[in-house]
Nanobody, 123 residues
């Protein structure tokens, strides 16, 4: 049974930081590429950041590059998203997702999803 469980969301002010975690029960976690996506009300689910298996490379949406950092700890089966200098436009439900081996920007290419964690940034 595959499970991805996000945590760490909350209500913060603009300029603050948050760290999201995604705990995975997914077999051999190290063989999965992992992604973070977000969805605001009435909008599509958008790519935020991703990391390849083995953490060889990280990928970011232009809107979050240089503010967000994605990382993984394969020994703990956990994915992280460090979010700094948060802006009101970062407000959304954040989801982690998994797919075998290669990272993809397309949410439809992911096989497993968490339930999401709400991030709200006030101005």
């Amino acid at each position: 049974q595959v499970q991805l469980i996000e945590s760490g969301g909350g209500l913060v002010q603009a300029g603050d930081s948050l760290r999201l975690s995604c705990a995975a029960s997914i077999g051999t976690f190290s063989t999965y590429a992992m992604g973070w996506f977000r969805q605001a009300p009435g909008k599509e689910r958008d790519f935020v950041a991703g990391i390849s298996y083995g953490a060889s490379r990280a990928y970011y949406a232009e809107s979050v590059e240089h503010r967000f950092t994605v990382s993984r700890d394969d020994a703990k089966n956990t994915l992280y998203l460090q979010m700094n200098n948060l802006k009101p436009e970062d407000t959304a439900v954040y989801f982690c997702a998994a797919r075998k081996w290669t990272m993809d920007y397309n949410a439809r290419k992911y096989d497993y999803w968490g339930q999401g964690t709400q991030v709200t940034v006030s101005s």
